[in-house]
């Protein structure tokens, strides 16, 4: 194993084009810029440095801790783009924030999207993203990407899209949605592609993403109990350009174009406004939902849509959620009215929807063998195989401590 310190973006791309598995790059504090490396040897690690772009197309490539400030690179751009295979973006920063408080128009004009991951395999582990269109998207072209404990404060579109077969989202929180323009903004949204025409797939189509699981996070409209959602009474509009922009009531989990083919989602908290849907997958089949809360933040105006709504029969399973409002056809579920909050969770008014006791345990689901465990087993996030530079370092002493012992005992013999 090496180690590179680069002091110029020349010497860091000099440095990185003869990298091999293992080998550090400590990227310079100077800023990248627009960064699009040549071939990358897979398992180099690229260490911190500060970016306005990254685009990467080689395969098995380390990030860590890279900084990325991509303010007015677009609003359909992206801070990073990953189209290679078995990539992992650690503990990423994508920052658009300049410290004043943004119009609509600034948010236009200044955000970008987050991060696309366009191949097979790619994790993002950590870190976090301000003022960002979109924030992680896995292309549909790709699959099985993880996204774990990514933390997006400030987004104007959606979240995250649930697009990949096999793909993971877990431990993320995205919170302060944002209403800027016509998009229908969403913590969490499928859609499958029509293969005839490449367009989200239609009402009644059999295009699919399969085996997706949504597993312990938490999308939140707003942090600002203060905030003027939680008493409105319609959607906003029209939009003022040079004003600050209102808070998006978006939408929680769902999946309308085409069919959600064996998902798991499972212990979510959703809190939106009521003319937004909460968890809903309309042509689900083989879906489990369970143990999830779907909170209508606001007592004013009622509506029916912050509810949990999935399609009956077809495999699924609906059961230990709490809603304002659930399908009745799906028993072993509670339905929690705005006003009864107070009794169930342990400071509402404050976005903080813990249980105080009153509620069910979570529901545990039978195991695939027969077998009913006696608990509910904890969530179980896989672990990245990303090697640790300063292990690897301190193993390599270790192991030449060990030589040179048994060199001097062989000389003392």
Sequence with gaps: MQIFRPQTVKDALNDIAVAQARDVV?????????????????????????????????????????????MGQGFDTFGIIITGNDCVIKFPTIDNRDGTVWTVRDWLNKACGGIMLRGHRNKVKGGTLYNVRHGVVPHDQGSASIIEGVHIDGIAGDAFRLNQDGMLLSLCRAVNFKAVDGNHDDGGQGFARDPATGRPAKGGSTAAVRNVTVSGNTFLATTDPRDEIITRVKEPGPLVMNQPPLSSAFQGIVMFNGVADGWVVDQNTIASSPWKHGISLTSAQNCTVTNNVVID??????????????????????????????????????EIPPADYGKHYKDP????????????????????SGDEPDEAPPVVVPETPVEDPQAAIIADIEAALQNLTALVAKLKG
Aim: aromatic share 8%.
């Design 297 to 334: 933040i606001n007592p004013v105006f009622r509506g029916d849509q912050m509810q949990i709504a999935v399609q009956r029969n077809n495999g699924n399973v609906v059961s230990g959620n709490q809603a304002a409002r659930i399908n009745p056809f799906w028993p072993g579920n509670q």
């Design 26 to 70: 400590h990227m310079p504090v100077a800023p990248m810029g627009h960064f699009k490396p040549g071939r990358i040897a897979p398992g180099v690690i690229l260490q911190a440095g500060t970016y306005s772009r990254i685009e990467c197309s080689s395969d098995g490539v380390i990030f860590d801790r890279p900084v990325v400030k991509s």
């Design 349 to 368: 008014a404050n976005f903080d929807y813990s249980p105080i006791g009153s509620l069910p345990p979570p529901v545990v689901l039978p195991d695939p």
